[in-house]
């Protein structure tokens, strides 16, 4: 069984920083896309970062603090977050497109970590 596993979250003072992981397990053949996501309270899941063959992007609120970089060979994707602000408080969920054996066959799907959760507060 392919999965996604985050771990890293957990509460910090503005101004701070966290390092999210999430690695993927199972019958992998290779992994695309890569990329982390948040859900703050009350409201949809957003994009944060993707990375893709070393191209990255990010979204306008996170540029300058946030750096998203993976290790191909671990079958890893991290998340360094600087600065911290109360507004980056939300569940922070992992994905990848992942190239999978299943069922006698290779098949991509995108996949989804549980999310771990991001508290800044002081």
């Known amino acids: 069984q392919v999965q996604l596993v985050e771990s890293g979250g957990g509460l910090v003072q503005p101004g701070g920083s966290l390092r999210l992981s999430c690695a993927a397990s199972?019958?992998?053949?290779?992994?695309?896309?890569m990329g982390w996501y948040r859900q703050a309270p009350g409201k949809q899941r957003v994009l944060v970062a993707t990375i893709t063959a070393g191209t990255t992007h990010y979204v306008d609120s996170v540029k300058g603090r946030f750096t998203i970089s993976r290790d191909n060979a671990k079958n890893m994707v991290y998340l360094q977050m600087n600065n911290l602000k109360p507004e980056d408080t939300a569940v922070y969920s992992c994905?990848?497109?992942?190239?999978?054996?299943?069922?006698?066959?290779?098949?991509?799907?995108?996949?989804w970590g549980q999310g771990t959760l991001v508290t800044v507060s002081s």
């Open positions: 199972g019958s992998i053949s290779n992994i695309y896309d």
């Open positions: 994905s990848a497109e992942v190239e999978h054996w299943q069922d006698h066959a290779y098949r991509s799907d995108k996949l």
